[in-house]
């Protein structure tokens, strides 16, 4: 598991670059292009279960959604930020894109530490040490098992039909 630590304020247009907007669209399009403009070798390197840890305003900037679909898609464990832009947060609640908000996990980790993300327990590990956070709701959690809201959403509706 590989964990990138970035600072404050990083936005929408350094998560996915906005001169693509318009010509890409599916993950597979998306995920060459993840942070270029911040770290290069991001797209290249990260792998399922790999984790973001980041400082302030995650996420700020516009409300596309090619930054969370695109995180999602890399297959990232978590992104634990000090905090996070209100609309980012949502489209990654949408794409089923796992944030959590623990300044105190960002703050203790030091490099080369393991960090691990219990979203259930509201608990995030940082290089042995625990960090409380308020737990997830159960329908957050199950937005984000169910792989999106959309996934959710025909879920349920399955189950409404019987």
Do not use: W
């Not at 890409?24 to 797209?43: N, R």
């Not at 297959?75 to 832009?85: E, I, M, N, R, T």
């Amino acid at each position: 598991m590989t964990v990138f630590k970035y600072g404050d304020d990083v936005n929408t247009d350094l998560l996915f670059p906005g001169r693509y907007t318009y010509t890409c669209a599916k993950a597979e399009e998306i995920l060459p292009h993840l942070l270029e403009d911040l770290d290069p070798a991001f797209a290249g390197s990260v792998k399922p279960g790999d984790v973001i840890l980041a400082g302030k305003n995650f996420g700020c900037g516009s409300s596309r959604e090619q930054p969370a679909l695109g995180l999602k898609a890399a297959g990232l464990q978590a992104v634990v930020a000090k905090s996070f832009a209100r609309i980012f947060f949502r489209a990654a609640i949408n794409q089923g894109l796992l944030l959590v908000e623990c300044p105190e996990a960002v703050e203790a980790y030091r490099e080369g530490d393991e960090v691990a993300v219990d979203a259930a327990r509201g608990v995030v590990t940082a290089g042995g040490r625990s960090f409380a956070f308020p737990a997830l709701p159960p329908e957050i959690l199950a937005i984000r098992d169910a792989g999106g809201l959309l996934p959710y959403a025909r879920k349920k509706l399955r189950e409404a039909r019987g």
